[in-house]
């Protein structure tokens, strides 16, 4: 009976990952831990971690920003990209890590496309445009396309609070626009990333959109190495370690922190527009994204519960 209660436990602990994306898939990975760091890390350092996704993912919309000012967005995406992946594959292949085979290239080649081609390419092209800011809050809504998809493929009802929250986050959003309209998860994430920069490359190649390396200004330059160094390799590092020993639920608090680093060191530090629709929509935005992980939180918790009486 113990065996089976553990087995139920540890469902309702997997099935409560589904209600975020990217942890779900970057949690696929979770089961090998980062080299030199034991398996018995205190909770104490998970959370540090967290922290420092909270922050630093809040920080790269503005470097991105920055940099995108004076070079084609998907160029300066693949440069940065391809520096952070080779930075993994050197250092684990050297560690003696096997090439993945076989069925886990399919695994790969879906988070490349879907983390680091559309994720962080689109999101790199589109602050070209908008402020880092307000990019930011828009990507934070990422949890309410969940309510989308389940909607489709989806048989049970929806908690009672994640359309309440899916409304909320689209009028925050509208608010906003008033005024204008099995194997390593580290290596995994260098092995995504190479492969990504050389498609955001020749989509930029392409396009005719490029620039001559020798012509990337040293404030891009200084951007791409920032966003290296904290965005792809430190706080990726940090994030995954954050799977691997906290719930998927209070990792997701990152989505919270990372707009509000983001609007407030734009407007301090760049001049970036904060006017009272971003502030309001802002919060009412992610008051949606807070419902709808709510609820979701506790409709599996409660179906947790009960699979464990029975």
């Not at 940065?80 to 993945?100: E, L």
């Amino acid at each position: 009976m113990r065996c089976l209660k553990l087995l139920r436990n540890l469902k309702m602990r997997s099935n409560s990952y589904k209600k975020f994306l990217p942890a779900l898939a970057l949690k696929k990975f979770s089961s090998t831990a980062l080299p030199g760091i034991s398996g018995k890390e205190s909770h104490t350092k998970a959370l540090i971690a967290v922290g420092l996704v909270s922050f630093f993912w809040g920080t790269t919309w503005i470097a991105s920003r920055e940099g995108v000012k004076y070079m084609p967005a998907l160029q300066l995406a693949a440069i940065r990209q391809f520096i952070g992946g080779i930075a993994y594959v050197i250092f684990f292949m050297s560690k003696g890590r096997a090439i993945p085979r076989g069925k886990e290239w399919l695994t790969i080649l879906i988070l490349t496309l879907l983390n680091f081609i559309l994720s962080n390419g689109l999101s790199t092209w589109g602050v070209k445009y908008i402020s880092a800011g307000l990019a930011s809050i828009i990507g934070a809504t990422f949890p309410l396309w969940l309510v989308i998809i389940l909607l489709f493929r989806s048989r049970s009802s929806l908690p009672r609070k994640a359309p309440i929250g899916f409304i909320l986050g689209f009028v925050g959003i509208c608010i906003i626009f008033y005024e204008q309209a099995d194997f390593n998860p580290y290596f995994s994430l260098g092995i995504q990333m190479v492969i990504s920069s050389f498609i955001l490359y020749i989509l930029s190649w392409s396009t005719g959109i490029t620039i001559q390396i020798n012509e990337i200004p040293f404030r891009s330059w200084l951007a791409i190495v920032y966003l290296v160094i904290f965005s792809s390799i430190i706080t990726f590092l940090a994030y995954v370690y954050a799977l691997q020993h906290l719930p998927a639920s209070r990792v997701a608090i990152y989505a919270y922190i990372n707009p509000i680093v983001a609007v407030l060191l734009g407007s301090l530090f760049f001049g970036e527009k904060f006017s009272v629709f971003i502030g309001l929509g802002g919060i009412v935005a992610l008051t949606g994204v807070y419902l709808v992980n709510e609820a979701f939180r506790k409709k599996e918790t409660a179906k947790g519960e009960m699979e464990n009486k029975t």
